[in-house]
């Protein structure tokens, strides 16, 4: 069964800081990882990695995928308030049936 | 483009009682997901429609949940008898295709408490 771990589960951070969030997945031919933020219900996507494109970045957001380590980070810099959400990572497999979803991070960026 | 439509945004309802939920996905997608999201969890799948055919149904509770996209676009999942635990956000979502590397697009969702 496909399974997807997201590291740490809450974290707290003052505006300007740095955060690294974690994604760590289990898939049987992995085809996908995606990024999606959760502010109030709508997940909206942020990022997909594949084999093809193992790095995206936009803004102050970047994200790198680890094939070998079967992991991935999202990376914000000089964090906002509005930054503050659910960042949830998901992952389909090579028959692109699903998106597996973590349990996601929440991201609080106080003032 | 328009996005992804679902409705009612919320609903309240006494268990035992049924309840349904409209989405209609982004135009010309052929794929539409339904999630559940429980609080403090991510989302977990109920169904995938690829068209008007299922594709994986295999985590819905099929006792009491059911769902149909009769013509391959809008879809309604309901839910009877409800229970206390169904109390969730039900998620739709929509994407061009499904063996592709294309991302899924989420409507807002439906609150729903069972009390």
């Known amino acids: 069964e496909d399974k997807v771990v997201q590291s740490p589960l809450s974290l707290v951070v003052h505006e300007g800081d740095t955060v690294t969030l974690n994604c760590s997945y289990e898939v049987t031919n992995f085809r996908s990882l995606l990024w999606y933020k959760q502010e109030k219900k709508a997940p909206t996507f942020l990022f997909m990695l594949?084999?093809?494109?193992i790095e995206k970045k936009s803004g102050r957001l970047s994200s790198i995928l680890d094939k070998k380590e079967l992991s991935s980070i999202l990376n914000i810099t000089a964090t906002q308030t509005g930054d503050s959400a659910i960042y949830l990572c998901a992952v389909s497999d090579n028959y692109g049936q699903n998106f597996v979803f973590g349990p996601g991070t929440r991201l609080s960026v106080l003032p | 483009e328009a996005g992804v439509a679902q409705s009612p945004r919320y609903k309240i309802i006494e268990k035992r009682q049924s309840v349904a939920f409209w989405c209609n996905p982004i135009s010309g997608h052929a794929t539409l997901y339904w999630y559940q999201q429980i609080l403090g969890q991510g989302p977990k799948l109920l169904i995938q429609f690829q068209n008007n055919g299922v594709v994986d149904d295999s985590q819905l509770p099929k006792d009491r949940f059911s769902a149909e996209r009769l013509k391959g676009v809008d879809s309604t999942l309901k839910i009877q008898p409800a229970k206390l635990e169904d109390s969730a956000v039900y998620l739709c979502?929509?994407?061009?295709?499904?063996?592709?590397?294309?991302?899924?697009?989420f409507g807002q969702g439906t609150r729903l408490t069972v009390v």
């Open positions: 594949t084999s093809s494109g």
């Open positions: 979502a929509s994407r061009w295709g499904r063996a592709d590397n294309t991302e899924a697009f």
